[in-house]
């Protein structure tokens, strides 16, 4: 898929006997950065709303950072942000982009004094680390009245049916893929882990369209762990057919590709004084 479903498998977890996250994605870190989507305006205006923390000045700490994607976002509307991530490679990608403070570490172990945080975020990254350490750690982290977020791009494949046909063909050729057209695939449990930790838990969904050039977007196919844990040459087969399939549908080589974000926020309440 274009965007998004390292979500994940039914259940709630990503799947056993795989390279952990921070491993498979050092592989195709180039691509990760030159042609994942960017997230809307729209996804930072309702990450103020429900987490409650004005970004403007906010102390944040971005884990799963990547190559910094979310982390720009972030500094683009005035945060303050120090990226964490477990891939050198991914973050060595960040800080040549990036004027940023960049920490590679655990997220489920974080480098940080209690309360030293507003905004705790995982953009795309939560269901790489371990459910309840990793909330546990952010809330430690977190100043009182702060918040935890994650967030996922994903296509909305309901909005188009070349979409749908796209997710079921990397489904059939892909052993490790997660996405819309896996049975029973849902978005990562974050807000009910964000619940069991006392947290108060809000969400939403928001939709957006993605316009791209067929080259990025299997650019961006290649950066996605199930098609990086394909050897090579499985890997060209796989792309040479979605550029044949995709280019029939968009002869003109640009892409208009239905998306939406889902993002929940938990806020660890302030103690009433
Ligand atoms: C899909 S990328 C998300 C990157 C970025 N946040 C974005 O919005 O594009 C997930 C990132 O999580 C990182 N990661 C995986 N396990 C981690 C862990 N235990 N601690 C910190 N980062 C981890 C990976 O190295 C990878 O860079």
Do not use: K
């Not at 180039?30 to 989507?37: K, S, T, V």
């Amino acid at each position: 898929m274009s965007a998004g479903a390292e979500a994940t498998r039914p259940g709630g977890a990503v799947s056993e006997g795989l390279d952990a996250g921070h491993v498979v994605f050092e592989r195709v870190a180039e691509a990760y950065d030159a042609a994942r989507p960017h997230y809307p305006e729209a996804l930072y205006l309702a990450l103020e709303e429900l987490s409650g923390v004005r970004l403007a000045g906010a102390r944040v700490i971005d884990v799963g950072a990547g190559t910094g994607i979310s982390t720009r976002g972030l500094l683009d509307r005035g945060a303050r942000v120090v990226a964490v991530d477990r891939g050198g490679r991914m973050l060595g990608v960040l800080c040549s982009r990036t004027e940023c403070a960049a920490l590679l570490a655990d997220g489920n172990e974080l480098p940080f004094r209690d309360g030293a945080a507003d905004l705790v975020t995982y953009a795309q990254a939560w269901h790489w680390l371990d459910p309840a350490l990793s909330v546990a750690e952010a809330v430690r982290v977190l100043r009182p009245g702060g918040a935890v977020a994650g967030w996922w791009n994903t296509v909305d494949a309901g909005r188009a049916d070349w979409l749908a046909a796209y997710q079921v063909r990397l489904a059939e050729s892909c052993d490790g893929y997660v996405g819309p057209a896996l049975p029973g695939w849902s978005m990562p449990p974050i807000a009910e882990t964000m619940e069991l930790a006392g947290l108060t838990v809000a969400r939403t969904w928001v939709g957006w369209t993605r316009s791209v050039r067929l080259d990025d977007f299997l650019t961006d196919l290649r950066s996605h762990s199930y098609v990086a844990r394909l050897d090579e040459r499985d890997a060209e087969e796989l792309v040479a057919r979605e550029r044949a399939e995709l280019g029939r549908v968009f002869p003109d080589g640009r892409l208009t590709v239905p998306m939406r974000v889902y993002l929940a926020t938990g806020r660890a309440e302030a103690p009433v004084v």
